[in-house]
């Protein structure tokens, strides 16, 4: 019923997001722009090439990091134990700095770097992290990524104007300009994630309980939480090459979606389609307070997974 409602509700924010810009769509226009040939043609030209992949990308985008913070939680058995604060965003924002200022690149390529520093950061978390349990992980994860964070402002402090400005564009998180080459890898990457998340739900599960417990019933807890992290890192790297580094989406997305519908085990298609919302309900934030500000829809999710963080805090009483 949880992920019935939240579908519903997806599908209606998409549906304004659609509608909403400079050439505002009523219902029967939208309708009309996306099942009719006869449509008028520059509603159709908007919504094909601009308005429906950065609405898809947004989305899938959000999704990925619901997927992926419900993960990571799991793993490091701590609420706290998002990609954006362990670190893993920012060794992916670090891999694109490093294309953008040191060698000119373009978006394929700042993209893929995205991607490739996303999992080289992983990798040092979790070896550094060896052995030191759930809250080893996220102390070291906090570490890396503060050092991260000071090699991304000294970058952008030795740069020119032109690349420190795109390369703070790229770190403010966007979704301006999404194309349908966008959309693509960020489908490719969830549809690969998911069915090998949902198929070690169960296990994941389990090893919330402990590594003892876990593997007297039959789980292998090394091999498991490998699995289980490459699927989270894969699917953040991937959230971020497409859209920028988004803040608190894989954050709050699982543990509103936890809350809603309280499983025995992980929330995964909860949280996955809670981080849609969120991340769409982010980007009509940002446009309907684009006529007092420009507002990056990072900065907007930011300040969203901000408040959430501390009412979380100070709910819980004992941080």
């Known amino acids: 019923m949880v992920c019935a409602a939240l579908t519903i509700l997806a599908l209606l924010l998409a549906a304004v997001l659609l509608g909403t810009g400079t050439l505002t769509l009523g219902p029967a226009e939208l309708w009309a722009a996306l099942s009719s040939d006869q449509a008028e043609p520059t509603a159709q030209r908007i919504l094909y090439r601009i308005r429906l992949p950065r609405v898809l990308t947004a989305m899938l985008v959000g999704a990925a990091l619901g997927l992926a913070g419900a993960l990571f939680q799991s793993i490091a058995r701590n609420p706290l134990g998002s990609p954006d604060i362990i670190g893993f965003t920012t060794g992916s924002a670090s891999g694109a700095i490093v294309q953008i200022i040191l060698f000119d690149a373009g978006p394929l ?3 893929l770097a995205a991607v490739v520093a996303g999992l080289i ?3 040092l978390v979790m070896g550094l992290s060896r052995g030191r349990g759930s809250q080893g992980l996220v102390l070291v994860g906090i570490g890396v990524g503060a050092t991260l964070s000071g090699l991304n402002n000294l970058l952008l402090v030795s740069a020119n104007l032109d690349q420190a400005m795109f390369a703070q564009m790229w770190l403010a998180g966007s979704l301006n300009t999404r194309t349908w080459d966008h959309v693509l890898p960020a489908l490719l990457g969830l549809a690969l994630a998911l069915p090998v ?3 070690h739900s169960r296990r994941a599960s389990l090893l919330e309980m402990g590594e003892a417990t876990a ?3 039959g789980v292998i807890p090394a091999r ?6 490459l699927a989270a890192v894969a699917l953040t790297a991937i959230a971020t090459a ?3 580094p988004i803040a608190f989406i894989a954050l709050a997305a699982p543990q509103l979606a936890r809350r809603l519908a309280r499983p025995a085990g992980l929330a995964l298609l909860p949280a996955a389609l809670m981080g849609a919302l969120l991340l769409m309900l982010a980007d009509l934030l940002s446009q309907r307070f684009a ?3 420009h507002l990056p829809i990072g900065l ?3 300040v969203m997974g901000g408040t959430y963080l501390l009412w979380f805090l100070l709910r819980r009483g004992n941080y």
């Open 109 to 111: 390529a700042t993209a």
């Open 121 to 123: 950061t992983a990798f």
């Open 197 to 199: 998340a949902l198929f």
């Open 215 to 217: 593997g007297a019933l």
């Open 224 to 229: 498991t939480r490998r699995v289980l992290v």
């Open 242 to 244: 497409s859209a920028g």
């Open 291 to 293: 006529a007092f500000a």
């Open 300 to 302: 907007v999710a930011g």
